[in-house]
């Protein structure tokens, strides 16, 4: 198995280098200086930035007091839905999601619909900036709120009965305790926040709305797919990657860490927290944004069904998207699954070993500097001239999708596999127990659960992602996702709210049935 | 000098009723001995406004103090650890008992030096907690409750983490502090040889219960089957 992971670690590396190498090998002939005086480009990349630092830097803002209510109110029923709700923007179709947005935020949503029933003239302009930055705090709002969260449980219990007995008052408890500790964890997560934002594809390409609000992932998308000049795609992948290089490093350099240390009595419940106002700030803080991130889901719900049993439907290319994105969807899992578990079991059994470490390091960094699109940039130009793109299009979608969700699946798995190793390796050397034997009696059954949560997960991710099929799609391949993609750049929205429920139904639906079919029976 | 009165105070914590019931005099130290899980650190809790009784009433020199937040209550309390903030110096760990929004002038400055200079911390204003020792962690704690000049002190086995030398020595600090303040000290601890070093009373504390409350010795010696068990020999 080690050696196995190894391997696999070794081949990814190898495959996004020679993905790096097939760039720089096209992109060869842009003239550099061309490229620097590109005005447009310019202001692409200028964009690029803007909106990525203005999504995290509203992500985080809505995100620090929801997670300061969340932290305070620690005792309340429900507060654990809430925590699993906030995990559902990360896991749903960004497509599927896009449309509930629209539904709401659109020219023909529910608040214009609203402003108009008030008399107002005013019309929301969804497309452009406005509409991105809402998409990413949808997105990002939560992922924030989970990110913030864990920095409240450093703090020992000792600290908050201090500050009670102190006397500190909300604002004094805000600045000497929870500011310097939000200064150790917000960096990260804003860091995190702005490289998903940077990279993101889907949003930009859906609310974007024409040149003037481009990013760089969806230039490169362009290059590719509409002006077919390969040598101008694999130039903006590299620059791409150099910016995202440099801000990942600038992340680094400015986290730095606090330790409050683990105290020894229970966890405490704030004392701060207890006061009839300070309930009522932190309920009304936490059900705002709730409701934010609700309501473009309840839009979904709500306009699927009705797209459904009312409106037109077009059930034929519908049905045909279905299958696609089950074909397409599930080998792109399970190969992540299987090649996250390799990994996993390796990374477990090689932890003194750092050239082995940093090889597997190696292999996970690449899937955050390297950006879906420029690994399918380097697809695209390593192999343009040499196969037919088009009858290996299924292949590369799955290639792409299986390498994109492969950190999923190795971040559920490594855990559950370091526990499992830690408490039977001992027994298995003492009974012989290794290789396939090993896996059949011990590490099958014990796993199969977390197995399942990857293989789920890593299925759902590729069966919603939008950037591989826009990528390799074409009119005989075309999934759930890019039939709503389109529907929703034609304006169909009838005809969208159909397709988004239907594709957000098939993702939920395949996430539970090989999460609970696969672990079935499994020891929890 | 302030003396402490508690009458029928109930609480519970998973299947354990508690009920408490003490005396202190004005000025003196009590032990507080009994085995793991008994209520000892409870009871603290309760004088120090961390907990909420079901019933019963905490007085201090015949005030009712039962219902007060923990900031109101004329009562410092000393925890095993993290008694200070990593991110804050040794002076501002201090200043905090002055003033909680560390609002802090040239006289509140002043008392912070003179109350580091009481527990032998003198010139340690600008160091961090990280940069100390466990004891003189302590010290610093023990610094903030003399500025904070509240007449009740609670200490929670403030020095079961430290060697038994140090631990000496930080117990006669605390005897001297609380002769030269007039403070009315509660120490829990698992160490006998504490309580009869410093505690002219202890009390036995069992399942929830003071089953025992006498001079220290007297205590220590008792032929009660609890006490035998815990002690040992």
Redesign the interface.
Known sequence: MTRIGLAVAALIVAAVLADYVALLWGASGTDLASLAADSYLRHVIGFTILQATLSALLALLGAIPAARALARQSDFPGRQLILQFCALPMVMPSVAAIFGIVAIYGRSGYLAGLAAQLGSGWMPNIYGLTGILIAHVFFNLPLAIRLLLPAWGTV?A??W?????????S??IF???EL?LLRQYVPAAFAFVFILCFLSFAVVLTLGGGPRATTLEVAIYQALRMDFDLARGGALALLQTLICLLLVGVAWAVSRR????R???NA?IR?DGAGRGAQLRDFATIALAIAFVALPIVALLFDGLRGLLVARFDAGPTARATLVTLALGLPSGIIATALGYAIAAAVDRLRRRRGAVMLIGAAGLSGIIASPMAIGAGITLGLTGRVDLFAIAPVGVIAMNALLTLPFATGVLLPAIARINQQYDRLCAGLGLSGWNRFRVVDWPLLRRSIGLACGLASAAAMGDLTAIALFGNPSLTNLTLLLYQQIAAYRLDSASGTALILLALCLGTFAAIERGVGFRGVS | MASLEIRDLRFTYEDLVMRFDLDAEAGECIGVIGPSGAGKSTLLSLI???ERPLGGTIRVDGRDITSL????RP???L?????L????TVADNVG??RN???KLNMADREHVALALRQVGLAGFEARLP?QLSGGERQRVALARSLIRHRPLLLLDEPYAALGPALRIEMLELTDRLRKAEGLTVLLVTHDPSEATRIAGRTAFVSEGRVVLFDRTDAVLASPLPQVRQYLGG
């Open positions: 020992p000792e600290s009965r201090l500050a009670a007995q102190l006397g500190m008052n604002r004094q600045r000497l305790i310097p606090l330790d409050f240390g105290g020894v009595l405490g004392m | 120090g406004g961390f937040p923990p900031s109101e009562v410092t309390s925890f095993q650890d993290f008694n903030f990593p991110h804050l905090l008992g909680p929004g560390l990280g």
